[in-house]
Structures are given as structure tokens and as C-alpha cells.
């Protein structure tokens, strides 16, 4: 493995992680009136989802960008 993609892979569970424990609650807080009254397992269930989510989608337009962008995936889909 490439010292570029260890660096990639740290800085993504770090980034991931910050957001888990840092951004998600105070943008739960902020925009759901119900986050504070949770149990501390739903908050966490609730956290995970969150930071899910904004994975998939961030994996999803990556995906959409190779899809309509990269020639190599255009002129050879399966290989």
C-alpha cells in the first residue's frame, strides 16, 4: 500500500470520526427538536446513521463523477 493511501484512509476515519462525535450532535441539535431528549444508545444509533449517510453520498458522487467524467469507465464499462 502507497503511503498516499494510508494518508487517505486516516484522514478519512479521522474526518469520519469528528464528524460522528463532533458535528452530528450539534447539527442534530440544531435542526431536530427531539435529539436531546434520546437515550444515550438511540444518540448513538442516530450519530451513526447520520455520518452514514453523508458517506453514501459523498461515495455516491464520487461515483457519479467517474461515471460521466473518467474516458477509460466510458469506453469500457465492464472491464
Known amino acids: 500500500m502507497d503511503m498516499r493511501e ?4 486516516a484522514g478519512s476515519f479521522v474526518g469520519f470520526q469528528l464528524f460522528f ?6 447539527l442534530s ?3 431536530t427538536q427531539g435529539y436531546g431528549k434520546l437515550p444515550p ?8 446513521r ?8 459523498i461515495v455516491g458522487l ?3 463523477y ?7 469507465v466510458n469506453e469500457d ?3
Request: hydrophobic residues 50%.
Open 66 to 72: 467517474i461515471l460521466w467524467y473518467d474516458d477509460a
Open 62 to 64: 464520487f461515483c457519479l
Open 6 to 9: 494510508v494518508y487517505v484512509v
Open 29 to 31: 441539535s440544531n435542526f
Open 21 to 26: 462525535s463532533c458535528v452530528s450532535p450539534v
Open 41 to 48: 444508545h438511540k444518540l448513538n444509533d442516530w450519530n451513526s
Open 77 to 79: 464499462p465492464v472491464w
Open 50 to 57: 447520520l455520518v452514514s449517510t453523508v458517506h453514501a453520498l
